[in-house]
């Protein structure tokens, strides 16, 4: 679907609420921030996120250096 959106799996992550948000990203092979203040209460076990956040405002510092994480194994040489 990313790629559908117009979008690059290398350049892409999930924010969700719940633990199929976690299991979507993981399928897709994208990393994910989990919302501590989504719809679903946060999943107390299975799959884990890269980040936590508990409040949007912490977004931008938390999918940053994921991003940067996926620029950088784009550019490494395989």
């Known amino acids: ?20 948000d976690i299991r979507a990203a993981l399928g897709a092979g994208v ?7 989504g719809y679903c209460p946060p999943p107390p076990e299975g799959p884990q996120a890269n980040a936590v956040i508990d409040h949007f405002d912490m977004l931008e510092t938390s999918a940053l250096p994921l991003l940067r994480g996926l620029t950088a194994k784009a550019a490494a040489p395989s």
């Open 1 to 20: 679907m990313i790629a559908a959106a117009g979008g690059e799996p290398g350049h892409a992550l999930m924010v969700g609420d719940s633990a199929v």
């Open 31 to 37: 990393p994910s921030i989990l919302v501590s203040f």
